[in-house]
């Protein structure tokens, strides 16, 4: 008897990205049914996004051996439509600065409308949950406090877990500090246990000379993340890393960083969502924090072009996203 041989139902995404010419291309599938091949068509129609970038694109992705056509084709979308929980990046993704971006809207009604699990996940260590559940709806969105987590609510968990009732020095906004009270955390100017950074507007020469002495008397130094640039409605803003440099240049010592991409922050998010690392896909516009993040906590990957990463970007880097996509509302069937 011919042993049975197993056909794969659906061709995956690392047989759609292939490399023209390469000898572990893949053999073909066969024609792709006609059902399929309209609904591909239709999407290819759809008009213009707000971001000036066609839905229907596909475009070359250069790398080291020749070069990967991308398409976001039904099948793909599909893909991310199926997951049961999406972690999701703000800035950049629905809004920037003040202004909510195109498909915003529509995606989160999808999400709602399907009882998708949902989480808002920010490196911003600025705002508390609250305070982004306010700007959200001002936006005209209303959600829950329980759908954002932040890095400094990761931080915060992560220095508990260290050292509980522990003390820290900390340059940053509201966000950092309530998030670290609430983990038992007193604010400590003299002899901290840590000197924890983040986004601040209140960032001068006074504290940073201050912060660099308590590294030097042995606090350890703490980002609540890497980023340094970040997204507003007037411009990049200096970000965590670049605030934390100095300190780093001046005492030696490396700072431990929380956030994005962070595996640690990842399976903090996982936990919060009630999702398993399989049926969840992140949705994020940085290759550099979101995508890699996702990547190195196997989570799937949907990188939108709406925020800081550009299309002429994504040459530059050794790792791909599952899926590139104009913006976040792409995702919601037309």
Known sequence: MQPRQYVPKAAPLSMLLFTKNHPARPARLGPRPPSARRRRAAWARRPESGTGVRRGFAFWLESGRGSAIINPGMSELDTIRRKTGFIIDMDG???HGNHLLPG???FLEWLRVQRKKFLFLTNSSRGTPRELKQKMSRLGVSLEED?????AQATAAFLR???PGGSAFVIGDAGLTNALY?????????????VVVGESSSYDYDKLTHAIRLVLKGARLIGTNPDLTGPTDKGLVPATGALISPIELCTGAKAYY???PNPLIMRHALKVLGCQREETAIIGDRMDTDIIAGIESEIETVLVLSGVTAREDLGKYAYRPHHVLPEVGAIVPG
Do not use: M
Request: charged share 15%.
């Open 93 to 95: 993704v629905v809004y």
């Open 161 to 163: 877990t260290q050292q």
């Open 104 to 106: 915003t809207r529509e």
């Open 182 to 194: 609430q983990a038992g955390f007193t604010l400590n100017d003299v002899n901290p246990d840590y």
């Open 258 to 260: 929380i956030g994005k």
């Open 147 to 151: 759908h954002f987590y932040t890095s």
